[in-house]
Structures are given as C-alpha cells and as structure tokens.
C-alpha cells in the first residue's frame, strides 16, 4: 500500500508486526496523510497467507523485503522517516543501521528487543533448547491468546471477535520455527546500535506483557541522542490500545508536525435541526446498542448534561444527572443482576408529546426464576442527542421486589471510597511502592472484577499518575474511553497520594472477596 509517487516531500515507510498486517499500525496510515506525509508499506514474507507460510521464513528474508522497499522509495522523496511496530520496530532499527539511514527520522514502537513482559511463561527460555531439535520447531505452534496484547477492553473484544470469525487481520498463530528467526533478529539488533546516526524515538509501554521496557531503555542507552516515551496505560499494541492517540501524537511532533492538523475535519457552526433521518439515525443507535448489551456504545449518544430519571422504588431507581452518573446506572443493572439483565425486544417509537416513547422487553434471572418484564423509555432528544430518559416500568410493585430481592443476594463486589486503616497509614515513602504492588496484584486477581469496578480502578489509576482528567476525551476516543473519561473526571481535584491509597483498598477489598 503506498500512496501516489511524488519526486520531493516527505514519505514514512511503515513496517507491521510478526504474523500482522496493516492493522498493528492503527490509524497512523491516515494520520500521517492528514498532515501531508506519503506513507508506504509491504507485506512482510511469510504474512498476508497462512502461518504456515512462515516455517521456512528466514530473518534475512524480512530484512532484505525492508531493504529493497527502502531502496525503492528513498529516491523519490527529500525527506523519508522508518518506523516499524513489534517485529516491524526491530526491522526498523536494523534497516536504518545497515543503510546508514540519515534522510529522516527513525521510529521505534514497541520493539522487543527482549522477550520477557509479565504475560510471558515462565519456561519461554526454554524454547532454545527446543529449537535444537531437528523439524519440532515447524510443529510447535505459539497462540495467540488474550489479552492480544490490548488493554482496553471493548478493542480487545473487537480483535476476539475477529479471530471467532476466521478474519485474516492477524495470524491467530505462528510456527516456533518464526519464533526462532524473532530471536535471530533480535541478536542483530542488539549489535552496533551505536552506529545508528539519525534521530530515534523510541515508544514503549510500561505494561507491555510481551516485552519489558527494558527494551525501550537498551534502545535509548545505546542510540545517540535518542528520544524515549515510556506509556501507563497500554499493553503491546500501543498504536491501537488506550494511548494511540497519545502514540500518534508523539510520533507527529517528532516528525515536525503539530498534531491539531492531523484531526478529522469537523462541521463549522451550530448544530442543525434534527430532521427525520438524524431522529431515526439516533433511536436505531439507541435501539441496537440495548439489544445487543453494549452500554458503553450508550454512552456517546447522550447529551453531556442528560438527566435519567429511573421510576421507583428500589436500588437502582433515582435520578441520574449528567453522563458520568450512568455509569453508576448501568453498574447496578448489571451488578445486581450478575450480568443476567438482558433487553429481549424493543417496540416501534411512539409520539409522547414532544418526547418519544419506546417500549422494551427484558428478562433478569431471579434465582432459580427467569423474570420476564417490559418499561417504557420516553426520550427526549436535542443536538443530535438524548437529553432526558423517563424509565418507567410497566409493572412497577412487582419489579421493584425484584431488584430489592437481587440486590440483597448479589454479594456486589466491593465498591465506595473507604480506605482500611493499614492504607491510610502507608507513610508517604512506601506509598509509591504500595501503588505500583497493587498494579500487579490487580492483574493477579481471581476473578476479573465487574465492568463498572474495572473502571472505578482506572479512574483512581489516572487520577493518581495524571492529576485531574482533561476537560474532554481525546478526540477520536471509543464509546468505553469515554465512560472512563467520565469517571476520572468525578475525581477531579482528589490529591495523587489519595487516589493511590483508593486504588490500593479496593484491590485489597477484592482479593479478600
């Protein structure tokens, strides 16, 4: 994929991951097109086919792919930046080493240059002594399995879905044999980094499960003058998780260009009146989004100040005001159910004065009783969005006893703000190393905790590294971005040290549940 030739300018040769494609890249294809950078790429041998394809792949194979691609480019432009990802970032590296690379910049995006990140199995040095062992390593296969290198979690299950459905985006597995030439790469690599004379940026995440920082720094020690962005809140695939656009960012200014030119052009002016088709548009959202179960795809179709009043008498009923209050909404719905509350149908929209009403089907499992019910949401929409919710349902005595009964039996995880008392007195000098434990004990838990305390604890994450939450999401932001957004803004003006000793209580609190 390249774009049309040009004789002057500035280009970027993109180079994908081990058994990837495009896709391991993001957006950052459109992104550098947007500020007026040709992009071009390859498809590496052994890649786009089957896994298979790559037991007879030989590290020199890639390296002379990325060579011949280089050399076919670099003529045409004044200016052409390298950047690789994962497998591609080792590439990267070595290409520009062995080129002398001095006619742009080199990018570096998680590049493993040692396998060790916390996902990693215990006996992966083993595999050495496997690869000895004449045609094992071409039997030997190595999933992939979750977290696929994803933190966030609605794009992880986008990639699982992928994977269900038999998408060729990402090879789902790769011979051991591959793995072995990884490692051969790696070894060159890590050989005469002091000869790599042009500007590096090297980008790595903090969590990354399938190669440490460690890399970053090797990277940042032995490249002259090279510059290092170290991420919080990513795993592997840092162009696609929580920090793209941060990733995005960063790789812009390095290349000289402001980021604000990159966003997608937006309408000018004041929003238009809601025709037919924007109120159509926005009820099917509303409708599809209930029916499939996907609260976080809700939440981007409400007005920032929306007020839901949820009729009657029980835990979940009251009224929410503002986006950040449905958080605590949908959380109780699903908490108190233990995930079993499910919208079954959605009727046709019914004028209500100057709302609309919609009628709805559920069913909630009641202990041994599947609870079959129906409520009515009367919206009321404005700018292309819902401004009020009135849920009211339809046999209101009957199920509000409901939701009293699954509340008293739900044994809802542990949520609130209360901090224990060997908490509160961490001193301030052990407090740091409190939070970081937490963080590892977090992944360690037993039981993956429920969306809405998942989102609880990245508020109190961000709050606690970043200070009080920009005053809206980075653009481009998921439907599931947003709802986190919406929580660590609740914690706006809470002190770091606090948000760390929250943080620290509640993983306690659910390792004792």
């Not at 991420?231 to 995005?248: F, K, T």
């Not at 202990?367 to 919206?379: F, W, Y």
């Not at 004990?441 to 993956?448: D, G, I, N, P, T």
Request: aromatic letters at 6%.
């Amino acid at each position: 994929m390249s774009a049309s030739p040009d004789n002057s300018g500035t280009a970027a040769l993109l180079i994908h991951g081990l058994g990837g494609t495009q896709y391991d890249l993001g957006s950052m294809h459109k992104v550098l097109r947007r500020v007026g950078i040709d992009t071009h790429s390859l498809t590496l041998p052994g890649h786009g086919t089957t896994p298979e394809d790559l037991v007879s792949v030989r590290a020199e194979a890639w390296l002379d792919a990325v060579t011949a691609k280089y050399h076919e480019i670099a003529d045409r432009y004044d200016t052409l930046h390298v950047m690789g990802m994962c497998l591609g970032a080792l590439l990267a590296v070595e290409l520009c080493k062995r080129v002398g690379h001095k006619k742009g910049k080199l990018v570096s995006l998680a590049a493993p240059v040692f396998i060790d990140g916390w996902s990693t199995p215990w006996y992966r040095g083993l595999r050495k002594l496997v690869y000895r062992i004449p045609g094992l390593g071409a039997r030997m296969r190595v999933e992939e399995e979750e977290p696929y290198g994803i933190k966030n979690e609605l794009v992880r299950s986008i990639v699982k879905a992928k994977f269900e459905r038999g998408e060729n985006f990402h090879y789902r597995w790769v011979p051991l044999a591959c793995v072995r030439e990884v490692d051969r790469l790696r070894g060159f690599v890590r050989r005469g980094l002091d000869r790599i004379g042009c500007p590096t940026l090297i980008v790595h995440a903090h969590e990354d499960e399938l190669t440490s920082v460690r890399s970053a720094h090797l990277l940042h020690q032995q490249i002259a003058g090279s510059r290092l962005v170290l991420l919080d809140n990513s795993y592997h695939m840092i162009c696609v998780d929580n920090d793209r656009d941060r990733v995005a960012a960063n790789v812009l200014e390095f290349m000289d260009q402001d980021p604000a030119a990159a966003q997608p052009a937006r309408a000018a002016g004041r929003a238009a009146p809601m025709g037919a088709e924007d109120v159509e548009r926005l009820l099917e959202a509303y409708r599809g989004s209930l029916l499939a179960g996907k609260f976080e795809l809700l939440f981007p179709l409400f007005a920032e100040d929306v007020v839901w009043n949820e009729a009657g008498d029980s835990p979940i009923s009251g009224v929410y005001e503002g986006r950040g209050a449905l958080i605590d909404l949908f959380s109780r719905l699903m908490d108190y159910s233990r995930n079993t509350f499910a919208i079954q149908g959605v009727g046709p929209p019914a004028p209500a004065g100057r709302s609309i009403a919609l009628p709805l089907s559920y069913q909630v499992q009641d202990g041994a009783q599947l609870h079959m019910g129906g409520a009515t949401h009367t919206l009321r929409l404005r700018n292309n969005a819902i401004s009020k919710v009135n849920a009211q349902a339809d046999d209101p005595t009957r199920d509000d006893a409901m939701w009293r009964r699954l509340a008293a039996a739900s044994g809802r995880e542990p949520e609130g703000d209360a901090i224990d008392a060997d908490t509160q007195a961490l001193t301030a000098e052990a407090l740091p190393d409190a939070f970081e434990a937490a963080l590892i004990e977090r992944r360690a838990l037993a039981r993956e905790p429920s969306a809405a305390i998942a989102i609880r604890l990245y508020a109190c994450e961000q709050q606690a590294r970043h200070g009080d939450a920009p005053a809206s999401p980075e653009p481009g932001a998921t439907p599931l971005d947003q709802v986190r957004h919406a929580a660590w803004q609740r914690l706006s003006g809470l002190p770091a040290d606090q948000a760390q000793r929250r943080y620290i209580a509640l993983v306690r609190r659910l390792d004792a549940a």
